[in-house]
Structure formats: structure tokens, C-alpha cells
């Protein structure tokens, strides 16, 4: 009898996935044969019903199909120290605290099974899933338990588990939206009640007998309206006083304070002739609040480029005392301890070489792809990855002066010196506010000639009129549509507010390394010695750099594919590599050997003269040549270069036919840059620039009164990409730049840079549209209201009207790509 | 008609105690894991209690 429903019987008796053929993973559970797809799936199974919680196969609903389990998370033992924990746990002392993210739960039966499992464990209190956001809540004591061993134990029934800070990863700024949405929800609420009074008066309730109740039930609902969703006004406009600043909150509060006061005084009074506007102003806060919200919604959170860049730099670093091996913190390193950097480990200090070979992945600090050999006496960075070897390094700088912190420091300084965006609307906004203040003065003075009350009635009626509503729409409801639909073309738009700007960018600059070029070695050229097929050469390097772990042999691997070699079939015998000269193996009987000119030599081959003269031609064009020889003949030579995106020559076409200036910036040397520039039909180059050069030549650009956008991708464009007027990062970056950039282009198409100037452009005529709309209304509804002809209906009317105009005609920003394709 | 003296503020009340629970069922995080709570009820834990 099958007491456990395995989701489908001829699958794995975990997860439920077919079993490729030939593969044999079986188990014996309680009597019963299983079969497994995987090893994960079978230990975790092992696990599950050593644990003797197998009713988890019971509990899991038809029809699910769970996935094998994922890798379990690596060097989880940091998580042990004080140090490392104080970042995630809310409180000290032994009992702690902690929130885990965590991989692998499909169902409500995975949820079971955690909280069953960690609960037995000892010192373990509290074991809460989050279901809808994979995330266990812990509460442990520390002195009876390690993190490391609960994660451990975590990994062991199929689930790969990280702490994390729930404060930091949900933001400052995603609080406040929520508070503006609970402010939102509240005008809300008070509007649709009010509107109910309000149709009673205008209905006839205002002469009869229930005229002032009504009038004192609109007092209550929009005094705590005004204070508490309103507030937000308040605070911006005296905010924008205090700095000599008419802010577009000015005109608002200016409107809702005297639409209150004038409602208010009415109330009081109990008045038998004018009218209330309580209504108006519930609503005005209630739409404005709707603008607002948008507009957070797109807003940048410009602190996690920082965080990220600290996540970058190792917690520990294994230090070696007295010929032991030690794991302890990053911040009890010192300077001229020695520490020892495993392979596959990023290095934790900068320091100087003493001991062993490797070679070191440095992208995030130069940009270069290509990792750099590093032997004794050579420099390392903190941050940078060491690739294949182990090295024992004298710390010469730790934590605030290593590179890293130095580029964290940039980065900073970049985003407290940057100027604030200037928006269109804003600049109109003190005219409209001095004009609007005239009118309504010039009002009064012209009526009450006539009667003071009359008077006092048009001067409120132009204030509230006037109240810039549809103004105030106007940006936030634009780039709201215009990012939603950039997003579906793979435009992602991250600050909202750049959209205006990056239709007015007079100046390009661009990363050289993975964002012009592929950011990847590849063959582009081979020459070959007469009677000699380029195949075979191809097939034998490929044969024997299949054991090779350096670049180069990616790229030859990665040509030989591309012509559909049949490399595999080959018998490689004797395969040697010597560091930064070259490999050699004995290939179906054949010596071949590939390298540079000097490992050949060294061999005893003479190099073929006529090659010889191609291959300088070749690394005058700042390719690097790759020797080979046959036999002991030396019969080709291999050029590779970082190849060009297939659209960056389109893109740099219509970005010169726009006549829009461009600079290329590599940190790369100076001859590979000219020969990529060259390539490109020639521009600007400035080469071999440190990552803050590169802010310093943007910073250059627009003291020159340019305005720039930097498209960049590596670690080291983060400052240059917050410097510039907008930033571009490509979506294949690093965490990094993508957090530093304004917009993110996603499956890396560079030509996604031409439609977000398009969506640019488009965004900025449908602003200007709406502001034109706005002031079509006041020139229709500011006479009237001049004239004393407007009363709360006719407000009440016009208002949400004009609104839904703007509304409309944004929405419009849609139909923009209908031409292009997805 | 008089009764509207009481039914209307009533009511406005009444809705100003929902929008307050809301915003406190909000706050508590009773809207952040609808799925997990749901199915848990259905969890039997009992099995070495029944006879």
C-alpha cells in the first residue's frame, strides 16, 4: 500500500520530476522502494523520515510539484560571530531574534515541516514560516544553539536559508509610501461620506431646517482630513519657505487653508447666504494624494548603492598566527598580519603577495573582464575574487583605506553633491502662485466697492479655483504611464524624475568593457601557415585547452563550438600549463602547444616569419595573439579581442546623427580603447582612468554646461553613474551599478537607449500637454470665479474634471511603442 | 427626519472605527502571509492525542 501520495509515481519519490534514464538513485523507506531523481532529493528524503516527519509527503497538496532542493548556502559558520550577527538580530543577550529568507518552500506542507523540524531543535523558541514571502521568523537562545547549526539543519530537509535585515531591505522610502497610502485611504474614506452631504445640500438641504447640521457634519469629517492626510502639504510648503522656495505644496495649502477658513467661518457664523466647500477640499487632498503616491512609487532609493558596495567587502578573513589557520572578523585584522586567500574566496584586505600563484577576477575595480595573473610581490584589492589558486598575502590597508571603501566613499560624495533635478513644473509653479495671489487680492479690492461679503466670497472662490490640481497631476501621472510602459519594453525606470531630463542630453559617455563590448575574450581573427587547415588548428587548441582554466581558453572552446568541432573525440595525454606563458599536451599523438612567442622559443621552435609579421599587425590593433604550433612547427596564430555588441553601432550612428556629443571611457589601455573607438567610426577616448576619474571627467562634462548620461555596468562606473545627469546601467551589471543607475536596460539591448529617448521625449510633450491643459482650465474658470459666478457645485464639477483630463491625455503616453516590437 | 441628528454621525463613527482597525490589522502584519495562516488551520497536530 502507497500511504504516501508521491505527486506522480513514476517520478522522483521527492519532488516528483521525471528520472532521466540511466540515472539510479534508490532508496529503501519502510519496507518500500523509492526512487529518486537526484542525490539532493534522496537526502533530503532520508532526512525527512529520519526526522520522522514523512507525513510531509501527506500533507503536500495534489497536484504540486515541489523542485529539488537548492544549493545550501556556503561559509554560513560567519554567521556565528557577534559581529556578523549584530546586522540582523533585533535583540542581544542570549536570546535572539532573526529574520531568514528562505529558498525552496512551495506549500503549506513545507511550511509544517520547518516549523515541525526547528522546533526540535534545542534553545530554538520560536519558528514562524511567511508563506507569501519566504521567510522564517527565529527566535533562539544562543547559548544552547548556533545559527550556523540551524541553517545546517535547514539545508538537511531541502531548504537553503540567509539572514536578512527586514528594516533595511524594505527602506525608508518604501515606509513612508506606506504611510502616504494610509493618509491616501483616509481622504478617501472622508470624501465619499462627504459627498453624500454634499448632494443633500445641493439637493435642498441648504435652506431648510438641517442646513447647519450638515454644514457642522462636513466640518467634522475634513478637520481631521486636513490635518492628518493634508499634513503632508503643510510640512512641504513651509519646508519650501524656509529655504525662499515657492514649492508647488504652496499653492495647495494656500487653496485648502482658505477654502477651510471660508467653510469654517460660514459654519460658525451660521451664516444664512454663502456656501460651504468642505467637499472641495476632501477632494482636492484625495487627488493630489493620488499624484503623490505615484510619484514615491518611482522615486530612487539612492542609499541601497552604498549598501551594496558594503555587501562587496568579506566580514572574515582567515589569518595565519603561529602557522594556524584562523578564522576571525574583518575588523580584528591588522596591518602585517598574513592572510590566506582560498580559492573561489573573495579577498577580504588589501595586501601585498608573499606566497602562491592565481589569478585574480579585479572587474569591479578596473572594469577589465579578463582576470589578472598575481604572483608574490603583486598587489591585491579587497572585494576582487581570487579565480584558481591559494595566496598568502601581508595586509597593507584594511577596512576605511582599502580601494573599495575609497570607491563607498565616492559614491557617497556623489550622491550628497548632486544637483536635485530641476522639473518643469516646478519652475512655473512661483509664477502661477504670484499670479494666482494677484488675481484673488485684485478681486476683493474691485468688490468690495460694492459689498464686503460679496467681496470676500470671489476673492476665496479664485484661491479655490485655482488650486493647481491638475498641475499637480500633470509630472507624477506622465511618468507613471511612461515607466510602466517603458518596463514592458525593458526599460526599467528607476528614478521617475530623470524621464524629463534624458530627452534633453546633450552628452554620452560610455563604459568600454560589457557595456560596448561584450566584456568577453573571443577569437576574431586566425591566421594560418599555407597547407594548413584552420579547422584542425582550431580543433587541436580546443582539444587541449579544455583543460586549461584561463580566459583564453573560453574563447577557443567557445570558437570551436561555434564551428561545430568535434574536439571531444580527441585523446589528450600529458596536459602542463605554465603560468603566463602557455600549455602544452600530446594530442592523439601529436605535441601541441599554445602560448606566447617566448613559449614557443623556449621549446625549441622557430616561430614562422610570415606569421610572426601578421600577428604584429594584429597587436598593433591591440588584439592579444595566442601562438600555436603542431608537431614542433609553429603553423597559426589566434588574435582575440573583446567583441562589440552586435546594436552599439547602431546605437552610436544615431546618437552622432543627432549630433549628441560621446566620449568612451575605459580603464582598460589606451590602444584597446582607440582600436574599439575606431571601430565605432571614432570618438572621444579617454583611457586607462581610475574609478574616480571617471566621476571627475563627468563632473568635467557638466561644468561645461552638458548635460550628461553614463552608460556603464561595472562596479567602477557607480560613481560616474550617480555623478551624471542620468544613469544607465546595463541589467547584466553588477548588483552595484544597477542600484547606482536612474534606468536599467534589461536583456542587455543597447538599443533600448534609443527607445528610452523616445519615451523620454515623448513624457516631456505630454508635461508640457498637461500644463497647457491646466492653464486652458484657470483662463476658462478664473474669470467666473472673478466675476463671483462660481458656487460649490460648479467647483465640485470643474475640479475632479480638469483632473481627469490630465489623467486621460497621459494615458495616452501608451499607444508611443504601438509600431515597435516587444 | 430628526433621526438623522443620530444616524449620520453614527454611521460616519462607525466607519472611522473600521478604517482604525484596518489600519491596526495593517500595522500588525495580519496582510503579509494570507496563504501560510490559511492552510495552517488545516494542519492536524493531534494525531497522539486521539485515542
Redesign the interface.
Known amino acids: 500500500m502507497n500511504q504516501y501520495s508521491s505527486p506522480c509515481s513514476s517520478g522522483c519519490f521527492h519532488c516528483g520530476l521525471p528520472i532521466a534514464a540511466g540515472v539510479n538513485y534508490l532508496a529503501s523507506l519502510e519496507g518500500a522502494e523509492r526512487n529518486f531523481c537526484c542525490l539532493g532529493c534522496q537526502s533530503v528524503c532520508a532526512a525527512i523520515f529520519e526526522a520522522g516527519l514523512q507525513s510531509y509527503y501527506q500533507?503536500t497538496p495534489e497536484g504540486v510539484l515541489l523542485a529539488p532542493p537548492p544549493e545550501p548556502p556556503k561559509d554560513i559558520e560567519i554567521y556565528d560571530f557577534d559581529e556578523v550577527q549584530q546586522e540582523f538580530i533585533t535583540c542581544s543577550g542570549d536570546l535572539r531574534d532573526i529574520h531568514l529568507l528562505v529558498e525552496g518552500v512551495h506549500?503549506?506542507a513545507c511550511?509544517?515541516l520547518i516549523e515541525r523540524r526547528l522546533q526540535r531543535e534545542p534553545g530554538v523558541q520560536l519558528a514562524n514560516?511567511?508563506?507569501?514571502?519566504k521567510r522564517i521568523h527565529l527566535r533562539w537562545d544562543s547559548s544552547r544553539n548556533k545559527l550556523s547549526n540551524l541553517i545546517r539543519v535547514l539545508a538537511r530537509i531541502g531548504y537553503s536559508a540567509v539572514p536578512y535585515d527586514p528594516e533595511n531591505a524594505e527602506g525608508v522610502i518604501q515606509k513612508a509610501n506606506r504611510s502616504m497610502l494610509?493618509r491616501l485611504?483616509?481622504a478617501g474614506?472622508a470624501m465619499m461620506?462627504l459627498i453624500w452631504?454634499s448632494i443633500a445640500l445641493y439637493s435642498g438641504a441648504n435652506k431648510g431646517e438641517?442646513r447647519e447640521?450638515f454644514h457642522w457634519?462636513g466640518f467634522?469629517?475634513a478637520t481631521p482630513t486636513l490635518l492628518y492626510a493634508g499634513y503632508p502639504f503643510y510640512r512641504g510648503a513651509v519646508g519650501g519657505l524656509r529655504v525662499w522656495q515657492l514649492t508647488m505644496d504652496l499653492p495647495i495649502a494656500i487653496g485648502l487653508s482658505v477654502t477651510y477658513a471660508y467653510s469654517t467661518y460660514i459654519t460658525v457664523t451660521a451664516n444664512k447666504v454663502g456656501e460651504v466647500y468642505f467637499d472641495t477640499v476632501t477632494n482636492l487632498i484625495f487627488v493630489i494624494l493620488i499624484g503623490r503616491y505615484l510619484e514615491g512609487m518611482f522615486r530612487h532609493q539612492a542609499l541601497s548603492a552604498t549598501n551594496r558596495l558594503m555587501e562587496l567587502q568579506p566580514r572574515v578573513a582567515t589569518v595565519i598566527n603561529e602557522g594556524k589557520e584562523q578564522i576571525i572578523p574583518i575588523r580584528g585584522v591588522k596591518l602585517g598580519d598574513h592572510v590566506l586567500i582560498k580559492p573561489g574566496y573573495k579577498v577580504p584586505v588589501d595586501g601585498i603577495v608573499l606566497e602562491g600563484h592565481s589569478t585574480v577576477d579585479e572587474s569591479m575595480l578596473s572594469g577589465e573582464s579578463v582576470p589578472v595573473n598575481k604572483s608574490s610581490g603583486a598587489k591585491v584589492f579587497s572585494g576582487t575574487v581570487n579565480a584558481n589558486g591559494a595566496l598568502l598575502v601581508e595586509v597593507s590597508s584594511t577596512l576605511q583605506n582599502t580601494t573599495l571603501a575609497k570607491i563607498i566613499r565616492l559614491v557617497e560624495e556623489a550622491q550628497s553633491s548632486k544637483a536635485p533635478i530641476q522639473r518643469l513644473a516646478d519652475t512655473i509653479v512661483p509664477w502661477f502662485v504670484l499670479v494666482t495671489l494677484m488675481c484673488a487680492t485684485l478681486t476683493f479690492l474691485i468688490w468690495n466697492t460694492e459689498s464686503f461679503e460679496i467681496a470676500l466670497m470671489a476673492a476665496t472662490s479664485v484661491l479655490i479655483i485655482t488650486c493647481p490640481c491638475a498641475l499637480g497631476m500633470a509630472t507624477p501621472m506622465s511618468i507613471a504611464v511612461a515607466s510602466g510602459l517603458g518596463a514592458k519594453h525593458g526599460i526599467l525606470v528607476k528614478n521617475g524624475l530623470v524621464l524629463e531630463t534624458l530627452s534633453k542630453v546633450t552628452h554620452f559617455v560610455f563604459d568600454k568593457t560589457g557595456t560596448l563590448t561584450e566584456g568577453k575574450m573571443s577569437v576574431a581573427k586566425m591566421h594560418t601557415a599555407q597547407n594548413i587547415a584552420g579547422k584542425d588548428v582550431l580543433c587541436s587548441a580546443a582539444a587541449v585547452e579544455r583543460y586549461s582554466e584561463h580566459g583564453t581558453a573560453k574563447a577557443i572552446i567557445a570558437e570551436a563550438e561555434a564551428h561545430h568541432l568535434n574536439y571531444r573525440d580527441t585523446i589528450v595525454l600529458g596536459f602542463h600549463a605554465t603560468a603566463g606563458l602557455g600549455v602544452q599536451a600530446n594530442v592523439n599523438g601529436e605535441t601541441v602547444l599554445l602560448g606566447s612567442a617566448e613559449w614557443l622559443i623556449r621549446n625549441g621552435i622557430t616561430l614562422n616569419a610570415g606569421l610572426q609579421a601578421q600577428a604584429h599587425e594584429l597587436e598593433a590593433q591591440a588584439m592579444s595573439c595566442v601562438y600555436c604550433a603542431l608537431g614542433n612547427v609553429h603553423v597559426a596564430v589566434l588574435a582575440l579581442a573583446d567583441k562589440l555588441r552586435d546594436d552599439a553601432q547602431q546605437l552610436v550612428n544615431e546618437l552622432r546623427a543627432a549630433s549628441i556629443g560621446m566620449t568612451l571611457l575605459s580603464g582598460d589601455r589606451k590602444a584597446v580603447a582607440e582600436a574599439i573607438a575606431q571601430q565605432l567610426g571614432g570618438m572621444e577616448v579617454i583611457a586607462e582612468v581610475l574609478p574616480q576619474d571617471k566621476d571627475r571627467v563627468i563632473q568635467r562634462l557638466q561644468q561645461d554646461g552638458k548635460v550628461v548620461a553614463m552608460v556603464g555596468d561595472g562596479v567602477n562606473d557607480a560613481p560616474a553613474l550617480i555623478r551624471a545627469d542620468v544613469g544607465i546601467a546595463l541589467g547584466s551589471g553588477t548588483d552595484v551599478s544597477v542600484e547606482s543607475a536612474d534606468i536599467v536596460l534589461m536583456h542587455n539591448g543597447l538599443d533600448k537607449v534609443r527607445l528610452a529617448t523616445l519615451l523620454s521625449r515623448r513624457t516631456l510633450l505630454t508635461i508640457k500637454q498637461n500644463i497647457g491643459l491646466s492653464f486652458v482650465y484657470n483662463a476658462i474658470m478664473v474669470p467666473l470665479a472673478m466675476m463671483a459666478k462660481v458656487n460649490p457645485l460648479v467647483a465640485a464639477i470643474t475640479m475632479p474634471i480638469s483632473s481627469l483630463v490630465v489623467i486621460g491625455n497621459a494615458a495616452r503616453i501608451r499607444n508611443l511603442f504601438k509600431n515597435e516590437k516587444s | 427626519m430628526n433621526v438623522i441628528y443620530t444616524l449620520i454621525p453614527g454611521m460616519t463613527f462607525l466607519g472611522l472605527v473600521f478604517f482604525a482597525i484596518m489600519i491596526w490589522a495593517v500595522k500588525k502584519g495580519q496582510y503579509e502571509d494570507m496563504e501560510g495562516n490559511a492552510s495552517r488551520i488545516l494542519q492536524d497536530d493531534d494525531e497522539d492525542m486521539m485515542p
Open positions: 500533507r506549500c503549506a511550511v509544517w514560516v511567511n508563506l507569501a514571502a494610509f485611504f483616509f474614506f461620506n452631504i438641517f447640521f457634519m467634522a469629517l
